[in-house]
């Protein structure tokens, strides 16, 4: 029986906890605080594919967004998981680049319908303020939100049921090789670990994981920022994308807000307090395309930094450079991460390689 260690116990590391456990490996989730206290605790946390492109990438974060049907089906009940879909509303002189995406996506296989303002109000959301009724609107019905700190709370129970064990507020301080091939981890509290694979799945610190073998790994991490704010009514029943903000539901008398703004004011503030002025910015937005906001009040902020690749792609699999060592890094990982956590898996425990994730392999990168 093969002994994994994961390092990091946000939602890509779950899924591959769980998913390796369920197949039998001894696994170990090593996390320095707590499940989801990485960006997994800060994100939009939006599933899709019609933000991504060039092909190969939208192809496989379309195969995650399927993961994710598979595994509410798998599971029988998912009450972290929210269909309904995704609305945009199309900026003013934004149609035509928007009508060469759709019929792109369309050719891929992907559904996406046009509405107008009007009927978005009339079938869909009847808290939309709109002022022109022929504002033209897209939907992708197929895109879901998820609770992301519950998804991985599941996942981890499921893993531990599966013979897991969670270790919390420990960080990973040394990673062990002889013969060029991983034999173990130590503790900051001093614990070694013996182990036959490591897993970095330790987002925006991947790098500092990376390091600790010697090895490169080359980020360009973004942060950005989500506002929750408490509401009376239900202003929004699916994601929404605007020009001036994003709003979804956040569970029962909440919503959350996002928007590339308030991303780009954020500076090097790694934390930003319910009282700030970008909280305000995005609640004022929310208020000027929803009815219902009226009486909302800001509960929580939080800022998250995007685990990117410096290539902005995926970087999932063994490094060669080292036995037994697998990286599992990305942005849009709340889309990829049920993904991820089934083919790496896989990979881990056969060899074997989807096509999917062929063009993401972490050798991509120079290594030292
Ligand atoms: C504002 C914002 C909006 C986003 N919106 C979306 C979206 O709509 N859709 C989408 O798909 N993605 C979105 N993302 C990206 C997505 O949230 C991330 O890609 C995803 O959460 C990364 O998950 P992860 O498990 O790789 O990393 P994390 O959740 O960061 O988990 C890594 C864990 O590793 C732990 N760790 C680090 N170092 C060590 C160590 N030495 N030892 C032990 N543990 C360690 C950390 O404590 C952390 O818990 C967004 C991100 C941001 C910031």
């Not at 170990?28 to 939009?44: D, L, Y």
């Not at 319908?113 to 022109?132: F, H, I, K, S, Y």
Request: hydrophobic share 45%; glycine share 12%.
């Amino acid at each position: 029986m093969l002994d994994v260690a994961v390092i990091g116990a946000g939602v890509v590391g779950a899924s591959l906890a769980w998913r390796l456990s369920q197949a039998g490996a001894r696994v170990k989730v090593i996390e320095r605080a707590r499940p989801a206290a990485g960006t997994s605790g800060a994100t939009f946390a939006w599933v899709n594919a019609s933000a991504k492109s060039p092909r190969d990438y939208f192809e496989l974060n379309f195969a995650g967004l399927q993961e994710y049907q598979r595994l509410v089906e798998e599971f029988g009940g998912a009450p972290w998981y929210h269909p309904g879909g995704n609305l945009v509303w199309v900026a003013e002189g934004g149609v035509p680049a928007m009508q060469r995406r759709v019929e792109e996506l369309r050719g891929w296989g992907y559904r996406a319908e046009w509405l107008t303002a009007r009927e978005v109000q009339r079938d869909l959301e009847p808290g939309l303020r709109c002022p022109d009724p022929a504002t033209q609107f897209v939907l992708y019905p197929e895109e879901v939100w998820v609770d992301v700190p519950l998804l991985v709370g599941t996942l981890l129970e499921l893993a531990r049921s599966a013979g897991a064990e969670v270790i919390e507020s420990d960080p990973v301080v040394a990673i062990t090789v002889a013969g060029g091939q991983v034999r173990g981890l130590r503790l900051a509290s001093g614990a070694p670990l013996t182990v036959d694979a490591v897993v970095n799945a330790a987002g925006p610190w991947a790098d500092q994981v990376a390091a600790l073998l010697g090895l490169p790994l080359p980020l360009a991490p973004s942060a950005g920022l989500v506002v929750r704010a408490a509401v009376s009514t239900e202003p929004i029943h699916r994601v929404l994308h605007t020009p001036v903000v994003n709003v979804r539901p956040d569970g029962p008398g909440h919503v959350l807000l996002h928007h590339r703004d308030a991303d780009a004011q954020l500076g090097d503030r790694g934390a930003v307090e319910a009282g700030d002025p970008l909280c305000r910015m995005l609640l004022e937005r929310a208020r000027e395309v929803l009815d219902g906001m009226d009486g909302a009040e800001v509960v929580g902020a939080a800022v998250g930094v995007r685990p990117i690749p410096a290539d902005g792609r995926s970087c999932i699999g063994a490094v060669p450079a080292v036995g037994g060592y697998y990286e599992a890094v990305t942005h849009s990982g709340v889309t990829l991460g049920p993904l991820i956590g089934r083919l790496l898996a896989q990979e881990i425990l056969t060899g074997e390689v989807e096509s999917i994730a062929a063009p993401f392999r972490p050798d991509r990168f120079p290594r030292g």
